[in-house]
């Protein structure tokens, strides 16, 4: 069971234009939700994070967005750049545990 | 910021032999390490919490007994792939979150990852 969804596989992204990726979660018990970022053969790097007690946390050009109701929550970055490609995971967690449930990624290319 | 150095960041083995994998927290204490697995174009999944000073802590479907996790140290957690098989073939990530952070949800710091190959 996925408690933690990125639909979308991949998104290609013109430079300097906006880069939207989407989450989705299934368990309510989630209250802190995280982005990172990973290249290949390298551990993941932290991005941005949320607690449920906001809808917007904003941090340079990355800006998430929580919305408790839908369960949703999603990554804004702008303008992008081509360094920006990378698989980007969003992640989640309760405030009891210290356990994090990733999604399954989703890889943007950012093209000149 | 804070560092996580995982060693091997590459190996290749025979089937039938074990492989350690080392996770050490560079600049700062960590009384968990997590453990993690991904499977090419798929998520990072939990193996396992590691523990400094007690038993591991496994997932769901993870064998304790093919994955032995030690948390000797504050700062090193290891991993241990016991009589590996080519299914075992993954990349291994290890994690930890800095005891100084500000809330029990401070993220983690990721190692580089192991890429493990058996044949």
């Known amino acids: 069971d996925q408690q933690v969804k990125q639909n979308s596989p991949s998104l290609s992204v013109q430079e300097g234009r906006i880069s939207i990726l989407n989450c989705d979660y299934t368990?309510?018990?989630?209250?802190?939700f995280l982005w990172y970022k990973k290249y290949p053969a390298e551990g993941p790097t932290f991005l941005i994070s949320i607690s449920s007690i906001k809808d917007k946390n904003e941090d340079g050009r990355f800006t998430v967005f929580l919305n408790k109701s839908a369960k949703h929550l999603s990554l804004h970055i702008v303008p992008s750049q081509p360094g920006d490609s990378a698989v980007y995971f969003c992640a989640a967690s309760s405030y009891n545990t210290d356990k994090l449930i990733f999604g399954t990624g989703t890889r943007l290319q950012v093209f000149p | 910021g804070a560092v996580v150095s995982q060693h091997p960041s590459r190996v290749i083995c025979k089937s039938g032999t074990s492989v350690k994998i080392e996770c050490r927290s560079l600049d700062f204490q960590a009384t968990t390490m997590f453990w993690y697995r991904q499977f090419p174009k798929q998520s990072l999944m939990l193996m396992a919490t590691s523990n400094e000073g007690s038993k591991a802590t496994y997932e769901q479907g993870v064998e304790k007994d093919k994955f032995l996790i030690n948390h000797a140290s504050l700062t090193l957690s290891t991993l241990t792939v016991t009589s590996a098989h080519p299914e075992d073939s993954s990349f291994y990530i290890c994690?930890?979150?800095?005891?100084?952070?500000?809330?029990?949800?401070?993220?983690?710091?990721f190692g580089n990852g192991t890429r493990l190959t058996v044949t």
């Open positions: 994690s930890a979150r800095d005891m100084g952070g500000l809330t029990p949800n401070s993220p983690l710091h």
């Open positions: 368990n309510s018990m989630f209250d802190y």
